[in-house]
Each structure stands twice: as structure tokens, then as C-alpha cells.
């Protein structure tokens, strides 16, 4: 069995609800449990993740994307078409009021329909060519379908590596544990997962430094001082 991770991030989570990303930290802890349905490799060029693949008409008004086999929430439901739409369209939603919306642009909620299980449509009243690019939206992780904003906040169930396990506050301190059918073989590597909220870079290279966190992330090393003393640091 392999040993817990514990990692230090700097800030509060606010919401690790994706449509309401508000800071670096609520994007960490969302992508622990979520997981997007395009993906953005280090070019900023859209990749397969929960969509398996894709492809336009020829006008690129319409899109049909696959959605992944084998994946599952952590409640052990499948992953599906309906949870994909359900995901678009709230963030398209006024009423939760997703930055994600602006993002999207001009594209309607209705635009996302579910033809079966396996398969989105995207319809839309003019031709997006870059389509797959701007739905690898950092706020485009699927939730499952029909949960509540308080529950994808307080209680969430996504398809990622790790599900939340526990709460603390004062110092914020989030317990995850490994998601046993992660779709992705071999991953994650870890048990679980403790992070803590450790706001000032130099007490989270501290942390590094006495052993206390494996992982720490946000820290500028020129401000450390630490940094010369741990080869790893970057």
C-alpha cells in the first residue's frame, strides 16, 4: 500500500464547486474529485479526457463528442451523456451565476443534448471551429447530473482520483482518499490525500523543508530563502 500525501496550499477554498472557481486553491481541490470533460495540454491545446473524442460537420455547426466508457463517480454510478449536459447547462444557468458563462459565449443551453448514453451534440446557430478549445474551460468539470450546488460544494461526487473525505477548519484542512475504480490504471498512486491552508510561501517551504508536506505548492522561491537548501524546490 503506498503512503499518504500531504500537500500545503496557500488561501482558503472557497468553493470547489467548477462553476464558481474563484482562486488557484478552489481549482486544486476541485480537480481532486472533478474532472474536465476537454482537457487543456501544456500548449493550451484541447485534449480527450472525459471526452473521448470529437468531431464537427463540415460547417462546425454541430459537435458530437463521445463520452468515455468505464468511468465512474465515487457513488459508483457511470459516467453518461446526461451528466455532461447537466454540467453545461448549469454553467450556462443565470441563477448560479458561473463565470464560465461569458466563456461560453454565445452558445445556448439547449445547444447541449444528450443523443444516448455515450454521445453530446452540440447544435449551434452559427459555425464555432474552436470549440473543444473554449469547452476545456477550467469551469467545464462534470458533476453529476442533477446534483445541487450545495451538494457539489459540501457533498461533492465527481469521477476524479481522490474523493473528500473530511472537513476541518482552523487551520482549513481537507482530507481525500483514493478513488478505488479511477479510470485512469495504476492512478492515483496515493491512499489519501491531506491538504493543508497555509497562507505565507515562506511557512509552506518550511513544511517542506522539516518533512511536515510532501507537496507544496504557490511558492515563489526568491522570496524563501529556503530554497537553496532543498534541491528539489522548484
Known sequence: MSSPCRADWSGETLSPDPARLLSISDVYHARMVYEPFVAADSAMQPVPWLAESWEPNVAATEWTFRVRQGVTFHDGSPLTADDVVYTFRRLLDPEVGSPAASELGAIKPEAFQAVDAATVKVTLDSPIVELPSILATKHGMVVKNGASSDDIRFHPNGTGPFALAELKVGPLQ?????????????????????????????????????????????????????????????
Open 174 to 234: 481537507t482530507t481525500f482518499t483514493r478513488h478505488a475504480k479511477y479510470w485512469r490504471e495504476g492512478l492515483p498512486k496515493s491512499e489519501c490525500l491531506t491538504v493543508t491552508a497555509i497562507t505565507e510561501p515562506i511557512s509552506r517551504v518550511a513544511a517542506l523543508d522539516s518533512g511536515d508536506a510532501d507537496i507544496v505548492l504557490v511558492v515563489i522561491p526568491r522570496r524563501s530563502g529556503l530554497s537553496r537548501r532543498i534541491p528539489m524546490l522548484s
